[in-house]
C-alpha cells in the first residue's frame, strides 16, 4: 500500500517538534476527519499551526531517490533534468553534492543533451517530463527508469488522459501552460488525443467561445499559442472533450472550472444526464492527496480568528501559491520561503505572487497579547524550515516558553 511506504529523507530537513505534532495528530485522528490547526502555545505568542502541511510523498520519494543516488553512485556524473521539487534549499543541496541541473524551470537548456553519455545518470524530477526529452535521453543510451522520481499521482493524470483519449475525447488541461508538469502532462497526453491546456477560468470562458462558435476559429491558434498539440483542429476538436488538471490546482476553480465547461457542452449539444458521455468526458479532478488535504486544512485553520498568516514555500510552487491565496482572502497573508526572510520583530521580506516580486512591509506583527499567527508550508517544504519561522517568531517574545519546551506537550 502506497501511504504506508516511509523514505529516508535527510535528517536536516525534519524538526523534532513538527515530527512530533504530525504523529500526535495522524493517531489521534486516522481517518483525517479533523482539520482544525494545532496550537503552540508560547504565552504571548499562539501559533496555530495546520493539520497538513511539508512534504508529500512525491516530495519524500524524490528526495529519497536522489540522494540515494549520489550517495550509491561515487565518481558518476548525475544530472537533475530542472529543479527536482520546487524547494530552493533541497535543490542547492543537491548542487552542493554535485548534482549538474540540465534545463531551467521553463525547460531552456542550460547543458545541451549532446554533452551526455551512457554512463551519466539523470534523474527525472517529481513533476516527471515529456515524452520528447524522456526518447532524447534513451536515444543516448541513458537508463532513465532507475532514476525516474516521477510522483505516482502525476502518472495517475496520465493514465486518467489516456482513459478519455482512448474514448475519442479531446483533453483539456487545467493548468499553468509553462509548469513542468502541466508541460509532461500535456506531452503524454496529446501523443495519443488533441489537447489543450487552460490555464485559468478566464481562458476556460474563451475556450467556450470556440465550442460554441461565438469566436473565429482563426483567432484559437494565436490566443492558444503553445498550449494545443500539433494537428489541433479547432472545428473539430471540440465537440468531445474531457478534462484533467495538474495535481496542485485550486481545489475550488478546478471544479469550477470542468463544472463550466461541462455546462457548455450540454447547453450546445443539448446533452442530458443520460447522453452527456457523448461530448463530455465524465471526469473527477485529478488534485493529488496532498493538495486536497493541504488545502483543506488551510479552511480548516482560517476558522481561528487570528491577526495574520505566514505560508512558507518555495516561490515558484503553485501548490504553495494557493495555499497563500486561501489565506489572503480573509487576513493579512506573508509568504517566505526562509526564516531569513523575517528581517525583525519590525520587518518582513515577503513574496507577491501575483506579480512575481519581493517586497518589504513594516509593521507586520500587531502589538497585542496574545498574538496569534496561522502558519502553513507548500508540499516541497521542508518541516526544519517551518520550525525555524516559528524560533524566529517566538524569540521576539523574550518571555515565550522556547520552542523545545512544547515537544512533550505532544509527545
Ligand atoms: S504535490 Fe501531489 S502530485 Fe506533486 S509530488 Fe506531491 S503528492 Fe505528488
Redesign the pocket.
Known sequence: MQFMKSFEVPVVYRSPLITAIKKKRKEQDRMKKDFSPALLDFGPLHIYLARHFG?????E??IDIAFRTIEENPGKRIFLLSEM?HNPQVNTDLKNKGVQFLQDNSGKQIIPFDQLSSEDIVLIP??GTTLQIENNLRSIGIRIEEYDTT????EK?WNRSEVIARENYTIVIHGKPTHE?TRATFSHASSTAPGVVVKDMKQAEELAKYIKGDKPSEQFYIEFKNQYSANFDVTKHLDRIGVVNQ??MLATDTQAIADFLKEVMVNKFGLTEKNIKEHFADTRDT?????NDNQSSVIGMLNVPADLAIVVGGYNSS?TSHLVELCEEKLPTYFINSEEKILSAKTIMHYNFHNCSELVTQNYLPEKEPLKILITSG??CPDALVEGVIKKLAGFFPASKKVNDLIPEFL
Open positions: 512534504f508529500c510523498y512525491g516530495v520519494n524524490a521539487i517529481a513533476f510522483c505516482p499521482f502525476v493524470v508538469e495535481t496542485t488534485l493529488c492527496y496532498a493538495t501548490n508540499a516541497s
